[in-house]
């Protein structure tokens, strides 16, 4: 009996280390997360509260974290003094054209990759996929060099065209096709039902999560384009948001009023927050689906 109380005693000490391990295990994880996240979030933090300040308080010696008087009219400023309303309207025509042809050429392109047979088939997208390592910056020098042959600069031409086909978007796509059965294609063709009735009726229902997630990162890549539109559509009527911000706010003197940029900043930043708030699960639920098979 008191070997069988030492062993009992034994187990519940040991029961009690391996409750305290889990605990301090959950504590430091929760920890680290946390601070993980303050560091995510201080950028955020900082431009809100630079952008209510004065621009004398801005440039103060020892920076507040909190505005001495909170200026809420360096957002109307703002919105004046960058032409917000015209760049908000150049930047959604921009994404909503590029996106919906950019959907077209994917959906094509991923079904025909995914169930057509022809010869070539597995070389040409082998093809594509080896271009994903090739350099963004090339891409740019050729762009560039066949837009100015075309002399497409300064025309929403330039923003939309060269950008429509995406490999990754397209590789994604493919990869959620292939989950779905082929025999409901088989079975399609035997009833006489085209490849494009197929596609809309059966295969872009299915992978609608998946085309979901191809329309917000495309959305958020126009909106976030600075590079490209900054070389080639720099003029007035086609600046997006991006470069216009550039430099909306320097004076003739070369100062720039920070505060009133750091509140353009935050006004063009909102929308890329709320979908990301309320659309992630649709982004992460695509992005799974398409991981599974390949």
């Known amino acids: 009996m008191a070997n069988v109380t030492m062993i009992e005693k034994n187990m519940e000490q040991v029961t009690r280390k391996q409750a305290v391990v889990r605990v301090l295990v959950k504590i430091l994880v929760y920890a680290f997360l946390i601070i993980m996240a303050l560091i995510i979030l201080f950028p955020f933090y900082w431009m809100i509260n630079s952008s209510l300040k004065s621009l004398e308080e801005y440039k103060e010696t020892i920076p507040t974290l909190f505005p001495k008087h909170v200026l809420f009219r360096n957002y109307a400023e703002a919105f004046d003094t960058a032409s917000l ?130 329309t917000i990162l495309k959305m958020m890549g126009a909106w976030n384009s600075y590079v490209w539109p900054r070389l080639v559509a720099n003029d007035a009527n086609h600046k997006l948001i991006t470069n216009g911000l550039r430099n909306a706010f320097s004076t003739t003197t070369g100062d720039v009023n920070y505060p009133v940029q750091m509140a353009a900043v935050a006004i063009v930043s909102a929308p890329l927050f709320l979908v990301f708030i309320f659309l992630r699960k649709y982004i992460m639920k695509g992005v799974s689906r398409s991981g599974i098979k390949g």
């Open 85 to 214: 309303g015209s760049l908000f309207i150049n930047t959604l025509y921009v994404g909503l054209v590029s996106t919906v042809l950019s959907l077209i050429v994917t959906v094509l392109s991923a079904f025909a990759f995914a169930r057509l047979e022809f010869k070539g088939k597995n070389i040409l997208f082998a093809g594509l996929l080896a271009t994903m390592m090739i350099p963004g910056e090339l891409f740019t020098i050729t762009n560039y060099a066949t837009v100015s042959i075309f002399k497409w600069q300064n025309t929403f031409l330039v923003l939309i065209v060269p950008f429509l086909v995406s490999v990754f978007y397209i590789y994604l796509l493919r990869q959620n096709f292939l989950q779905i059965p082929n025999e409901l294609y088989l079975a399609a063709k035997v009833d006489g039902t085209s490849d494009l009735k197929y596609l809309w009726k059966v295969m872009i229902p299915l992978s609608l999560p998946t085309l979901i997630s191809i």
